[in-house]
């Protein structure tokens, strides 16, 4: 009762002050130019020159520059000053613009905190002061604007809670927070906006619980209130929200189980959990009820069981996300049917069986993860005719056989990491067509034959890891500093067929930060060159047969490598004096360096 009469008598309050200030203030044209004039004093900043050539007092308002008056009253109605980049503060006398309906300020510099002259304009529909400077306490005087349709806030650095004050306005269809440091519970009041569509409340710094009220709000179309500090559990009768499209809590501390309900909104286009702690399974018939469902994202929770059947109902959906749950049992081959798939994520979980050909179906797969599962059997060639397919992520399964040459037909692939899985076979030369290849990630198998030359000519690979692969033989190509413009880790650590010497080129390799090529039978000097590699962070050269001179120049050259943290050669026929420094090396780590050779300090 207090904090109602509390809430009634500011309200009361600030009304008085809106009328009182109308009272002694009679606005017309004149004092609309006024108050756009003094908005243009306010500028300090004006990189495309705006007002160099517009605004000037000599013409019509109503011509101006972003500026439109109404036919009736011949008074500024809208005010658009969008994405103009434009760095000053809002005045004071800017509330004289009464009959302003639509205000766009969105995508500049505006400071400062919002005038509270701005309550009066009570005519106003359209508020858009989104990716600007505003600072400060959301204004409580934004309950009196009455007429607001459409509030868009986002991306300020405003502080505080939501004021309840927001329930006042009944005609509210859309409000935006998202991206500030909004604290506090969200208010009850909230679900007393009966034409609320779009509520949006993602990265702020908000506690406690969905609050059941907002259930009330029964026209809401998009709810996103991820990057929060949300508890407790979704609500029960969420279903009631019908008209729901967009349902986004992520990034929240939610717990409890998904309530079915929310599997029966028909209208429902994008389902996103990720990232909290819910728990239990998902029903069998998840996708009888959810035709239009492009997005299911339930990564990184507590869920388990198994992968649901009706999958194929969802024959919409773009973009499927279970990933890092506790889900088990085989992935359904009926998965295959989803033709519209872009995204597949099933990592981290503890799925058995084998990769079903089905998926081999989806024709417009983009990315498809499953590392850290229990799947076993080969890679089926169906996957290899994805044309579309840019990542591949198998990595820490049981996976065994050869990588069929079919890999070839992957032209658009980016990223392939399957290491810590049971493959055997030659590396495909095939492997040479996928000619935007970044990431490149064998390590930990049996793949055995030769050294692949076509790895090393394709330009735009930055990971290359080879590691642990025992029966690859070959050594490193003499031109590798052009042929790898762009590498940046390379590592081919425990080949113990991997053989030659260390090519003068690779200090060509100037975005080189991690080289690895440890325990291989590397033979002549180690070259001087390693130390234009100045972006160098970690060396591993222990366990070969590589040799230096006796002055140890090579250690000398690589105190060009400031970035340097990690070094061994240890366990290689070196003999000499330690230099002093080596990059950002102490000679405490000199054990690292020296043991099993004949270094000394």
Known sequence: MEKAFAYFLSTLLLLHYVVATLAVTHTNITTDQLALLSLKSQIISDPYHFFDENWFPTTSVCHWEGVTCGSRHHRVKSLNLSNMALTGRIPQDFGNLTFLVSLDLGNNNFYGKLPQEMARLRRLRFLDL??????????????????????????????????????????????????????????????????????????????????????????????????????????????????????????????????????????????????????GSLPNGLCNGLPLLKQLDLSWNKLRGQMPTSLSNCSELQIL????????????????????????????NHFTGIIPQGIGNLGNLLELTMEKNQI????????????????????????????????????????????????????????????????????????????????????????????DNINLSGNLPSNIGSTLPNIGRLFLSHLANHVGTIPHSISNCSRLTH????????????????????????????GNNLMSDSSLSFLTSLTNCRDLTSLSVSFNPLNGMLPLSVGNLSTSLTYFIAIGCKIKG
Do not use: C
């Not at 309950?143 to 927001?166: A, K, M, R």
């Not at 059941?212 to 009768?237: D, H, M, V, W, Y």
């Not at 030369?429 to 692949?452: H, M, Q, R, T, W």
């Open 515 to 542: 080289l690895e090529l440890s325990y291989n039978k590397l033979t002549g000097l180690i070259p001087n060159s390693l130390g234009h590699l100045t972006h160098l962070q970690r060396l591993g050269l222990e």
């Open 376 to 467: 076993t059997g080969s890679v089926p060639i169906s996957i290899f005719n994805i044309s579309s397919l840019q990542r591949l992520d198998l990595w820490r399964n049981n996976l065994n056989g050869s990588l069929s040459q079919e890999i070839g037909n992957l032209t658009k692939m980016q990223v392939i990491d399957i290491q810590k899985n049971k493959f055997t076979g030659e590396i495909p030369k095939e492997i040479s067509n996928l000619v935007d290849l970044e990431v490149f990630i064998l390590a930990f198998n049996s793949f055995s034959g030769p050294l692949s030359m076509e790895i090393f000519n394709i330009s735009e690979l930055r990971i290359i890891d080879l590691t």
């Open 130 to 279: 989104s990716i600007n400077n505003f600072i400060g306490e959301v204004p409580s005087w934004f309950g009196v604007l009455h007429q607001l349709q459409v509030v868009t806030l986002w991306n300020n650095s405003f502080i505080g809670s939501i004021p309840s004050s927001f329930s006042n306005l009944s005609k509210l269809e859309t409000l935006s927070f998202r991206f500030n440091s909004l604290e506090g519970q969200i208010p009850k009041e909230i679900g007393n906006l009966k034409n609320l569509r779009k509520l949006d409340l993602t990265r702020n710094k908000l506690v406690g619980s969905i609050p059941f009220t907002l259930l009330n709000a029964s026209r809401l179309e998009i709810l996103k209130i991820s990057r929060n500090f949300l508890q407790g559990n979704i609500p029960e009768g969420i279903s009631s929200l019908h008209n729901m499209k967009f349902l986004g809590i992520e990034d929240n501390q939610l717990t409890g189980s998904i309530p079915l309900s929310v599997f029966n909104i028909s209208r429902i286009e994008v389902i996103a959990f990720t990232n909290n702690s819910l728990s």
């Open 321 to 348: 996300s279970l990933s890092y749950n506790e889900f088990d049992g085989p992935i359904h081959n009926e998965i295959g049917s989803l033709r519209n798939l872009q995204l597949l994520y099933l990592g981290g």
